[in-house]
């Protein structure tokens, strides 16, 4: 019956995505997990996305706010919440069908994992696949030491873990989400399901596609790992690493800078990672900055090469 399955409260910030947004929306509503409180924050959206929101059954609980940032409407949509677990989703991805059941069931049958993802397919901006299962396994180390996460659409959490780590942090815009798995990786296992349950969408909209940020949220990379040693989080065994953790945050920083063309930014990025630790400025390192300039009309299409190839290796 529908009242003994736990209720599950998934929300999704939106702002001028009137064309992915009801696909979006579609995916939720079509889960087979029948027990989902939805909750859309319209964050001072200007094109049509408020008349499509009107729209919608009474069964979606849609909240509006002026403009204030993914942050902003994350945090008032989690705040109306009262599921036992909860979760977001973009306004330009996709869930499978048995995305939610799945991830339900296993945090259900896994009381030590504190959260759990599932693995991606890439899509472009006509929904074709463009990087088959793009996931990977969460770990602590690698997220805070070499500045990777591969948490995607589709993850979902406790209750219990936003109450003890709090939500998204407010000063930053570029990496909240990465400062925020690193909060709640420290609780306890991040379960990676390596079925694929979620689509993730790039397009010319998306900084995944075109990298092109402001020098100041480039640099927030650095400020969250600089936080992440310095704040109550932080586990014993992760401490030593600081230097290459800091290091590795300014070559992503580099990588941004090289991008927007700001060189000496570039070089003087560069030249602290050295400072921090110099085995930080390795050939992977040196591979990220080259892929880093390829321009973002081109990442599609080498992504989609790169597919084939694994798909016939």
């Known amino acids: 019956m529908l009242t003994e399955l736990p209720l599950i409260s998934l929300v999704t910030p939106t702002y001028n995505r009137a064309k992915y947004l009801p696909e979006t929306v579609d995916s939720v509503l079509n889960q087979s997990y029948r027990n989902i409180e939805f909750i859309i924050v319209d964050d001072g959206s200007t094109d049509a996305t408020g008349e499509y929101l009107a729209t919608l059954s009474p069964s979606v609980k849609v909240l509006r706010q002026s403009n204030a940032g993914q942050v902003a409407a994350l945090t008032a949509g989690w705040g109306a919440s009262t599921g036992t677990y909860l979760g977001y989703l973009s306004d330009d991805d996709i869930l499978l069908p048995d995305a939610i059941a799945t991830l339900v069931k296993h945090l259900e049958a896994e009381p030590e994992a504190v959260a759990t993802f599932p693995n991606t397919n890439l899509i472009d901006q006509n929904g074709r696949v463009v990087r088959e299962r793009g996931g990977r396994p969460f770990s602590l180390a690698e997220l805070v030491i070499e500045q990777e996460c591969y948490i995607g659409p589709g993850a979902i959490f406790r209750r219990s873990v936003y109450d003890a780590v709090g939500g998204w942090d407010s000063r930053y815009k570029l990496a909240p989400d990465r400062e925020f798995w690193m909060r709640v990786g420290c609780l306890g296992r991040i379960d990676f399901n390596p079925e694929v349950l979620a689509l993730y969408r790039v397009h010319s909209g998306s900084l995944s596609v075109s990298g092109i940020v402001s020098d100041k949220l480039v640099d927030e990379f650095i400020n969250v ?39 000496t930014r570039f070089a003087r990025s560069i030249m602290t990672a050295h400072r921090y630790d110099p085995a930080s400025l390795n050939l992977k390192a040196m591979s990220r900055l080259v892929r880093a300039v390829i321009p973002p009309q081109l990442k599609q299409p080498i992504a989609r090469l790169v597919g084939r190839f694994r798909r016939s290796s």
């Open 225 to 263: 790992a600089e936080q992440f040693f310095d704040g109550p989080f932080c586990p014993d065994s992760l401490r030593a690493s600081k230097n290459l953790a800091v290091a590795n945050a300014n070559l992503v920083a580099a990588r941004g800078h090289l991008r927007n063309g700001h060189l």
